[in-house]
């Protein structure tokens, strides 16, 4: 120890560097001499692809389709210019998707009549949609985190539009239970809530609260635009109409 610390002064002394490394060659690819290039702010910040950009990041593919516009971790970090359009569209798709979990409270009654069933037995949908809701969350969790939010998403717009257009064809209550169990309830709106909320969480680090708050109000806001619309087309055009267009509506968008 005594004779390193002599030796370190009489180099502070000659003026040489105790660690005496020698030069960096400088990297063809981005032009910088930092023997760490292929994690460099240079290269994160201009000189490299996108696709290569995600994978020095580490991105798996959690995103939407206009990710592939993006051309700089600054257009689509977290908390960009990008990540706020982000944060809208999600909130659209939850209002939306939310639709489902409101849709058989409104045509309540008129199950009731239609099928000649009693009002606990008519209450029966509503509580197979929140059970397939449950379920249907965590099935398209592990989808969404092996596939991304992407495919998942498109999957459950699907089945939802899919799910209210059959409506309009069903013969039987308990195939309106069925459909709104399994199409709309697991395998459509399931996908909206839980899996967009953690996917957003990705995109933002100041305003992350926020932004989750914002995307989770989605199904809540869709209890303030879904019922008048369902309840207005079921009075004036009949409950298989209304559905029939909230399917189409769904698929649209």
């Not at 309106?176 to 399931?190: C, E, H, T, Y």
Request: include cysteine; charge should be positive; hydrophobic fraction near 50%.
């Amino acid at each position: 120890l005594l004779s390193l610390c002599v030796e370190r002064a009489s180099s502070r002394r000659s003026g040489k560097a105790f660690f005496d490394f020698p030069a960096p060659t400088p990297c063809a690819e981005c032009n910088t001499a930092s023997p760490f290039c292929s994690l460099s702010e240079c290269r994160l910040n201009g000189n490299a692809s996108f696709s290569q950009k995600k994978k020095l990041l580490g991105w798996r593919g959690n995103s939407l389709a206009t990710i592939t516009a993006a051309q700089t971790s600054q257009e689509a970090g977290p908390d960009s210019y990008y990540a706020w359009w982000r944060l809208l569209i999600s909130l659209v798709i939850a209002t939306v998707g939310g639709a489902g979990l409101w849709s058989s409270v409104i045509v309540l009654p008129t199950i009731e009549a239609e099928f000649a069933v009693a009002r606990g037995a008519a209450s029966l949908p509503y509580a197979a949609t929140m059970v397939g809701f449950a379920v249907g969350g965590i099935l398209m969790g592990r989808v969404v985190d092996r596939f991304g939010i992407l495919k998942p998403l498109a999957f459950g717009g699907l089945m939802l539009s899919c799910g209210y257009i059959a409506i309009y064809f069903i013969g039987s209550y308990w195939q309106f239970v069925a459909i709104q169990a399994v199409m709309i309830g697991m395998l459509g709106s399931a996908v909206t809530f839980a899996p967009l909320i953690a996917d957003i969480t990705h995109w933002f680090l100041k305003r992350r609260g926020i932004a989750t708050a914002i995307v989770a109000s989605g199904s809540y806001l869709a209890g303030t635009v879904w019922p008048p619309l369902l309840n207005y087309m079921t009075q004036n055009y009949g409950w298989r109409e209304a559905h029939l267009v909230m399917g189409l509506i769904c698929l649209s968008i």
